[in-house]
């Protein structure tokens, strides 16, 4: 439960910067995985069912790098579309995937783009934004993590 709530914390911190300067400071990242993998390990030695190292080796071995692809995979994309989504916005993704597993950080891509798609669909019928236009993408996040994952 903490972690969620830390993650909700550090997503609303992101989301506010990004939409002021459009930018994801990766000090800001790195403070908030910091704290993700110590809450994690935390919560692992507090753990009786199993033995601290056993799971240890299946949360860093297995779940733990499965969440970050989803990260990974956008950071792949954000280089090969020469940063058309930003490689914060990847990285971001590669820091929730500390703090929810596979499915839960998938689903907060999901919601995220489709949020942003929606956003984007109305500003452009209405003619607010061009098409070459960028919007900041943190705010969705934390409004997709809001709805679709908390």
Known sequence: MI???ILLIGLFCLAWVDFQTKRIK?????????IGLIIKIFSLFCQKEQSFFEMCKIEFLINLPAAM???GVLFLVAKITREQMGIGDALVFLVTGIFLDFVQNLL???GTFLL???FSLV???RKKEGRDDSVAMMPFTLAAYVLFVL
């Open 3 to 5: 972690s969620r709530i």
């Open 108 to 110: 907060l891509l999901i």
């Open 26 to 34: 990766g000090k800001d990242l790195f403070v908030l995985a910091g």
């Open 116 to 118: 942003v798609g929606i």
């Open 69 to 71: 692809m989803v990260g």
């Open 123 to 125: 500003w452009l019928v």
